[in-house]
């Protein structure tokens, strides 16, 4: 017999709100507590106000089913079994994580709950986080990080690669699995530093895989070699794996930008040089620099033309296909400094529709309005669709038909037929 429990959840964002509409298809009872009380009313009525597929039809479900319950009173948590700590946990000074959110919840928790509620953290926090947030709360606090992706939260947080919990209380650590009961994956039981220092590593691990594949798609380019080929190649080999190794604009985003910045500050502080690391974030940056370059010369046809006054077309803003999230999008962040150069962009983005936070990018509503009497193209998000686009009419609307593929998403020959001349990264 599964254990049904009472959770709560607090913070209704993209780990929060999904951990809430799945756990309650779990056959939990949730209430979900979150500040912004604008968004509560939305999601009472089932409106998500984020883009992940599965998403509305759990909420829409387990509402109906009075499974799933949002509030803005956390007073609401004073009967529940458990409380996951979905809070943000995003960059503060020197890079280290600004836990101002957290601790204000703890506040807030400590004189909430009832004795016997084991308290979950589900956020990216740094090691020793647990550790302090139970001798604040005066009970055990477990470690338990997530590790969905966005724009398959659903499908991750049911399916996932593997379940970390990091508990020293025995009582506490069953209740923390006990949520995840008819999940088929792999259980992991450590203490809570070493599942607090697991996320961070993981998520670093990721971005260092990706930095290396854009430094090795630039010496593809400069010995005429084909990245595709060369970590097709790679990808074989087991012990490298083929994900994460697609060359792109630079690795965003709300988690891998600042979780590196995290790490790289707890090494820091613990006297450790973690150069590889460090690099990592460095070749980032650089990469910004590298595909404006690169547009530079495919749209001048010189590596110091001036892009003043250059329309461009931006195709993409988002920091990965799949998702309507715009924080650390590399995409805007090459916008920037291409409008700083002069350049006069459109762009669009399938997932995009408010103009919010585009700083010089005018958004459009359809691709045929950024190709429009365009310079050139930047291909900056990896859509599927726009491989289904009617690139024989784009070239016919741009001024000038030059593509810049920074996802190697197209087809090189099928382009050309199309009439555009063709740039991708690490392609010969
Ligand atoms: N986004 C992801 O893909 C992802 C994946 C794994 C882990 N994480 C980690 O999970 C944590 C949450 O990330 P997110 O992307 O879900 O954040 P988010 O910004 O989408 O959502 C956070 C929510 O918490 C609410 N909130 C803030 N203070 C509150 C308080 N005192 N009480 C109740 N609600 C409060 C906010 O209003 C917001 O709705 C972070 O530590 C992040 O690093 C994120
Ligand atoms: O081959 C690749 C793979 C990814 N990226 C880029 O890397 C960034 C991160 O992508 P992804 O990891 O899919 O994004 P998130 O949804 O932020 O997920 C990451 O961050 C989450 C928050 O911590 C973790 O839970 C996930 O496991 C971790 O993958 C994006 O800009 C991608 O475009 C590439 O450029 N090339």
């Given at each position: 017999m599964r254990e049904r429990l009472r959770v709560g959840v607090v913070g209704a964002g993209y780990v929060g709100l999904t951990s809430a509409a799945c756990l309650a298809e779990l056959g939990h009872t949730i209430t979900?507590?979150?500040?912004?009380?604008?968004?509560?009313?939305r999601l009472r009525e089932a409106e998500i106000p984020i883009h992940e597929p599965g998403l509305p039809e759990l909420v829409g479900n387990s509402l109906a089913a009075g499974r799933l319950a949002f509030t803005t009173e956390h007073a609401a948590l004073r009967d529940v079994d458990v409380v996951l700590l979905c809070l943000p946990t995003?960059?503060?000074?020197?890079?280290?994580?600004?836990?101002s959110a957290f601790d204000l919840a703890l506040?807030?928790?400590?004189?909430?709950?009832?004795?016997?509620c084991v308290v979950v953290i589900k956020s990216t926090v740094p090691v020793g986080t647990a550790e302090r947030a139970a001798a604040a709360l005066g009970r055990p606090v477990v470690s338990n990080p997530e590790f969905l992706r966005e724009g398959h939260a659903v499908h991750d947080f049911l399916?996932?690669?593997?379940?970390?919990?990091?508990?020293?209380?025995?009582?506490?650590?069953?209740?923390?699995?006990?949520?995840?009961?008819?999940?088929?994956?792999?259980?992991?039981?450590?203490?809570?530093?070493?599942?607090?220092?697991?996320?961070?590593?993981?998520?670093?691990?990721?971005?260092?895989?990706?930095?290396?594949?854009n430094e090795l798609a630039e010496l593809c380019e400069r010995l005429g070699a084909d990245v595709t080929d060369v970590t097709g190649t790679m990808g074989l080999d087991e012990r490298i794996g083929s994900a994460f190794l697609s060359p792109g604009p630079g690795w965003?985003?709300?988690?891998?930008?600042k979780d590196t910045r995290a790490l790289l500050h707890a090494a820091a502080e613990a006297g450790?040089?973690?150069?590889?690391?460090?690099?990592?974030?460095?070749?980032?940056?650089?990469?910004?620099?590298?595909?404006?370059?690169k547009v530079r010369q495919a749209v001048t046809g010189s590596d110091d033309g001036s892009l003043s006054g250059v329309r461009l077309g931006l195709l993409g803003l988002t920091f990965k296909a799949g998702t309507d999230d715009l924080r650390e999008s590399p995409a805007l962040a090459?916008?920037?400094?291409?409008?700083?150069?002069?350049?006069?962009?459109?762009?669009?983005?399938?997932?995009?529709?408010?103009?919010?936070?585009?700083?010089?990018?005018?958004?459009?509503?359809?691709?045929?309005?950024?190709?429009k009497d365009a310079a050139g193209l930047v291909l900056l998000t990896e859509w599927p669709e726009f491989r289904e686009l009617d690139w024989p009419q784009l070239a016919q609307l741009a001024e000038r038909a030059t593509v810049v593929d920074c996802r190697n998403l197209l087809e090189p020959g099928e382009l050309a037929q199309a009439g555009f001349t063709y740039f991708g990264l690490g392609r010969c």
């Amino acid at each position: 017999m599964r254990e049904r429990l009472r959770v709560g959840v607090v913070g209704a964002g993209y780990v929060g709100l999904t951990s809430a509409a799945c756990l309650a298809e779990l056959g939990h009872t949730i209430t979900c507590v979150d500040v912004d009380a604008e968004k509560v009313g939305r999601l009472r009525e089932a409106e998500i106000p984020i883009h992940e597929p599965g998403l509305p039809e759990l909420v829409g479900n387990s509402l109906a089913a009075g499974r799933l319950a949002f509030t803005t009173e956390h007073a609401a948590l004073r009967d529940v079994d458990v409380v996951l700590l979905c809070l943000p946990t995003p960059t503060g000074q020197a890079g280290t994580a600004d836990l101002s959110a957290f601790d204000l919840a703890l506040t807030t928790l400590r004189d909430t709950v009832s004795p016997h509620c084991v308290v979950v953290i589900k956020s990216t926090v740094p090691v020793g986080t647990a550790e302090r947030a139970a001798a604040a709360l005066g009970r055990p606090v477990v470690s338990n990080p997530e590790f969905l992706r966005e724009g398959h939260a659903v499908h991750d947080f049911l399916h996932p690669d593997r379940i970390v919990i990091g508990a020293c209380d025995e009582r506490a650590r069953e209740v923390a699995d006990a949520l995840y009961d008819g999940l088929d994956a792999p259980r992991l039981h450590t203490d809570p530093a070493s599942a607090e220092l697991a996320k961070y590593a993981s998520n670093a691990f990721l971005a260092l895989k990706v930095s290396y594949v854009n430094e090795l798609a630039e010496l593809c380019e400069r010995l005429g070699a084909d990245v595709t080929d060369v970590t097709g190649t790679m990808g074989l080999d087991e012990r490298i794996g083929s994900a994460f190794l697609s060359p792109g604009p630079g690795w965003g985003g709300s988690c891998l930008p600042k979780d590196t910045r995290a790490l790289l500050h707890a090494a820091a502080e613990a006297g450790v040089d973690f150069t590889v690391l460090a690099d990592a974030v460095t070749a980032n940056a650089r990469q910004l620099d590298r595909v404006v370059a690169k547009v530079r010369q495919a749209v001048t046809g010189s590596d110091d033309g001036s892009l003043s006054g250059v329309r461009l077309g931006l195709l993409g803003l988002t920091f990965k296909a799949g998702t309507d999230d715009l924080r650390e999008s590399p995409a805007l962040a090459i916008a920037a400094r291409l409008a700083a150069e002069g350049a006069q962009l459109t762009g669009y983005d399938p997932g995009v529709r408010r103009a919010a936070d585009l700083g010089e990018v005018q958004l459009v509503d359809e691709p045929s309005l950024v190709a429009k009497d365009a310079a050139g193209l930047v291909l900056l998000t990896e859509w599927p669709e726009f491989r289904e686009l009617d690139w024989p009419q784009l070239a016919q609307l741009a001024e000038r038909a030059t593509v810049v593929d920074c996802r190697n998403l197209l087809e090189p020959g099928e382009l050309a037929q199309a009439g555009f001349t063709y740039f991708g990264l690490g392609r010969c």
